[in-house]
């Protein structure tokens, strides 16, 4: 008889995290040995990571976790002391036994506190850093003059005002008066470095972010520095030149407002704007972004770190891929073709109360469904329900493109895995999509709903939509498919709903809403769940219940909650 349960090994313990004992500002703290670097390896703990365990900031600029170490802007110096040692090389004690400790001086000048970069300075046992004392306040405040010798005085008109690092340490660390009194080094100015970035060389403090970032990170070594000593400069290898796919992410790493984004350069102040935590649709890979808006209208996207996503990048693509949700041409009206062909405005609640009749009239079979896995997991589930109870074919359309190395998924559509999961399209997406053509083709299929996508560019051509006695349409811009809807739904963009997304790696993510929707547009969670559930508006819920409702019958989502997805969401066993 097996004893399995009784001789089975225990898991093996987590081996314990090394420790190392130093003092941050007086205060004693373990910290651990060793921390992760910018690619996740382990390295020894640096001191601006041991003051960030204690809850310290140190002001920096060059420095990122996220990129190679530079140690070139001085700004996170700061004073340190070590054990003494006596001449036996055993540690020195004080009265009460404990170390005494030899605070670093200038070897020069003895007098004279020596600070050490906390960027690049691996902290060792029994180490005291000083991050609040005066001596790292003059040694930042003399950085600080150094590097605003050459600045312009551009904080009135900036556009990085409002997240200028060298603003906000100015007003931390800066002198209210300059001692410069020479002439100012002038740099080129508004320089193309770029399709769509900036250059205002006068800014540039030489942190070289946005070196590292394009080499290291991009894989594209277009960014280097020219000329020597106050005339340094950031150029590319010619005016222009700075174009791969990831270059807007220089734009957020630029502490002083060197870079700029030629598409949200001086078009809104920072401050202005609301940021809702959101997921980006151009592909697969779902990057977590922050839309920044104001007075309903969308003025960009940036990225939001998620290291199960897609760290603190996204794509020049993605980020700029918000434009077509504030065109003049949304479809914004709820309309009916008459049998003339005409077609008029009519209320929410009577074109689903004529949809749910006619739904309801048509012969079990005769329904298809055309999805779009750009549709939300909810609004996805929904149309599986609705399509089980009329025994509707169900498909959704492919979208495809080129991959890269970094972020852009060679899945176009953000909520494949979604339409997958819940039914609606197989592994194989828009396999059954010629079943369907030729169902209306024989007459067998006589009433089609589609969603968010144009039939007519994947095999379902006006003729065949032409043969259908019903035709409902959702969708958010005008295309040969609304054109020949018999009902016009108008919906939403994922920025004007909440709901999720499940990623191409399984990972589902809730986002939420920035804007409202123009004119009648709704949600199409909200009247797909009037049309399966037969209730009028003041009947549904909030998209948490309809969320928990869908996790009860989606086996891949069973025992989630909407709160345990959090900001960064859940990986999914797919």
């Given at each position: 008889m097996s004893n399995v349960a009784t001789t089975a090994a225990a898991p093996a313990a987590p081996p314990a995290v090394e420790t190392v004992r130093i003092k941050v500002d007086g205060r004693d703290l373990e910290v651990p040995k060793l921390m992760p670097d910018w690619q996740g390896r382990l390295q020894p703990t640096t001191m601006i990571q041991a003051c960030q365990v204690a809850g310290v900031e140190v002001p920096h600029y060059c420095y990122h976790p996220k990129l190679p170490v530079a140690g070139n802007c001085r700004m996170c110096l700061i004073e340190f002391g070590t054990p003494m040692m006596g001449p036996d090389r055993k540690p020195v004690l004080n009265e009460d036994g404990s170390p005494r400790i030899a605070r670093s001086v200038l070897p020069y000048e003895p007098g004279t506190p020596r600070g050490a970069i906390a960027c690049a300075t691996p902290i060792a046992p029994g180490m005291e850093l000083y991050p609040g004392s005066e001596a790292t306040r003059q040694m930042r405040e003399a950085v600080l003059e150094s590097l605003l010798i050459n600045h312009p005085l551009d904080c009135p008109i900036c556009d990085q005002a409002g997240e200028c690092k060298l603003q906000e340490y100015s007003l931390e660390h800066g002198q209210a008066a300059s001692r410069f009194a020479e002439t100012k080094v002038h740099k080129p100015k508004a320089v193309n470095l770029g399709p769509r970035i900036v250059l205002d060389d006068e800014r540039c403090i030489l942190c070289t972010r946005c070196i590292r970032f394009t080499r290291d990170i991009a894989g594209d070594d277009a960014l280097g520095i020219v000329n020597r000593g106050s005339y340094n400069t950031i150029a590319a290898w010619k005016e222009g030149a700075f174009d791969n796919n990831y270059t807007l992410n220089t734009v957020d790493l630029c502490p002083v407002g060197a870079l700029t984004s030629r598409d949200f350069r001086f078009k809104m102040r920072v401050w202005f704007l609301k940021e809702t935590r959101s997921v980006c649709t151009s592909c697969a890979t779902g990057c977590n972004i922050l839309i920044g808006s104001r007075e309903g209208v969308i003025h960009r996207y940036e990225p939001r770190e998620n290291d199960a996503v897609n760290?603190?990048?996204?794509?020049?693509?993605?980020?700029?891929?918000?434009?077509?949700?504030?065109?003049?041409?949304?479809?914004?009206?709820?309309?009916?073709?008459?049998?003339?062909?005409?077609?008029?405005?009519?209320?929410?609640?009577?074109?689903?109360?004529?949809?749910?009749?006619?739904?309801?009239?048509?012969?079990?079979?005769?329904?298809?469904?055309?999805?779009?896995?750009?549709?939300?997991?909810?609004?996805?589930?929904?149309?599986?329900?609705?399509?089980?109870?009329?025994?509707?074919?169900?498909?959704?359309?492919?979208?495809?493109?080129?991959?890269?190395?970094?972020?852009?998924?060679?899945d176009r559509n953000p909520n494949a895995n979604g339409a997958r999961i819940t039914g609606i399209a197989f592994t194989e997406m828009g396999i059954r999509i010629p079943e369907i053509a030729d169902g209306i083709r024989s007459g067998r299929i006589t009433t089609l709903l589609v969603f968010g996508e144009d039939v007519t560019r994947h095999g379902i051509g006006p003729d065949l939509l032409g043969r259908l006695p019903l035709l409902v349409v959702s969708d958010l811009l005008p295309n040969a498919t609304t054109a020949a809807a018999h009902y016009?739904?108008?919906?939403?963009?994922?920025?004007?709903?909440?709901?999720?997304?499940?990623?191409?790696?399984?990972?589902?993510?809730?986002?939420?809403?920035?804007?409202?929707?123009?004119?009648?547009?709704?949600?199409?969670?909200?009247?797909?769940?009037?049309?399966?559930?037969?209730?009028?508006?003041?009947?549904?819920?909030?998209?948490?219940?309809?969320?928990?409702r869908m996790t009860g019958s989606v086996p891949a989502l069973s025992g989630i909650e909407w709160a345990a997805l959090g900001d960064h969401g859940v990986t999914l066993n797919l």
């Amino acid at each position: 008889m097996s004893n399995v349960a009784t001789t089975a090994a225990a898991p093996a313990a987590p081996p314990a995290v090394e420790t190392v004992r130093i003092k941050v500002d007086g205060r004693d703290l373990e910290v651990p040995k060793l921390m992760p670097d910018w690619q996740g390896r382990l390295q020894p703990t640096t001191m601006i990571q041991a003051c960030q365990v204690a809850g310290v900031e140190v002001p920096h600029y060059c420095y990122h976790p996220k990129l190679p170490v530079a140690g070139n802007c001085r700004m996170c110096l700061i004073e340190f002391g070590t054990p003494m040692m006596g001449p036996d090389r055993k540690p020195v004690l004080n009265e009460d036994g404990s170390p005494r400790i030899a605070r670093s001086v200038l070897p020069y000048e003895p007098g004279t506190p020596r600070g050490a970069i906390a960027c690049a300075t691996p902290i060792a046992p029994g180490m005291e850093l000083y991050p609040g004392s005066e001596a790292t306040r003059q040694m930042r405040e003399a950085v600080l003059e150094s590097l605003l010798i050459n600045h312009p005085l551009d904080c009135p008109i900036c556009d990085q005002a409002g997240e200028c690092k060298l603003q906000e340490y100015s007003l931390e660390h800066g002198q209210a008066a300059s001692r410069f009194a020479e002439t100012k080094v002038h740099k080129p100015k508004a320089v193309n470095l770029g399709p769509r970035i900036v250059l205002d060389d006068e800014r540039c403090i030489l942190c070289t972010r946005c070196i590292r970032f394009t080499r290291d990170i991009a894989g594209d070594d277009a960014l280097g520095i020219v000329n020597r000593g106050s005339y340094n400069t950031i150029a590319a290898w010619k005016e222009g030149a700075f174009d791969n796919n990831y270059t807007l992410n220089t734009v957020d790493l630029c502490p002083v407002g060197a870079l700029t984004s030629r598409d949200f350069r001086f078009k809104m102040r920072v401050w202005f704007l609301k940021e809702t935590r959101s997921v980006c649709t151009s592909c697969a890979t779902g990057c977590n972004i922050l839309i920044g808006s104001r007075e309903g209208v969308i003025h960009r996207y940036e990225p939001r770190e998620n290291d199960a996503v897609n760290g603190p990048w996204m794509c020049d693509a993605g980020r700029l891929n918000y434009k077509w949700i504030g065109r003049p041409d949304r479809l914004t009206e709820v309309l009916r073709r008459s049998p003339e062909g005409t077609r008029e405005r009519i209320p929410w609640e009577t074109a689903l109360r004529e949809l749910g009749a006619r739904l309801a009239a048509a012969p079990h079979g005769s329904v298809a469904i055309i999805a779009s896995a750009r549709q939300t997991t909810e609004e996805l589930h929904l149309l599986r329900t609705l399509a089980d109870r009329h025994g509707a074919l169900t498909d959704s359309v492919a979208r495809t493109g080129e991959a890269d190395a970094l972020l852009v998924s060679a899945d176009r559509n953000p909520n494949a895995n979604g339409a997958r999961i819940t039914g609606i399209a197989f592994t194989e997406m828009g396999i059954r999509i010629p079943e369907i053509a030729d169902g209306i083709r024989s007459g067998r299929i006589t009433t089609l709903l589609v969603f968010g996508e144009d039939v007519t560019r994947h095999g379902i051509g006006p003729d065949l939509l032409g043969r259908l006695p019903l035709l409902v349409v959702s969708d958010l811009l005008p295309n040969a498919t609304t054109a020949a809807a018999h009902y016009l739904l108008p919906g939403c963009a994922h920025a004007e709903k909440r709901g999720t997304f499940v990623n191409g790696k399984g990972r589902l993510q809730r986002f939420l809403k920035a804007v409202e929707a123009p004119g009648d547009a709704r949600p199409e969670w909200e009247f797909l769940l009037e049309l399966v559930d037969g209730v009028g508006r003041g009947g549904i819920p909030n998209i948490e219940t309809l969320f928990q409702r869908m996790t009860g019958s989606v086996p891949a989502l069973s025992g989630i909650e909407w709160a345990a997805l959090g900001d960064h969401g859940v990986t999914l066993n797919l």
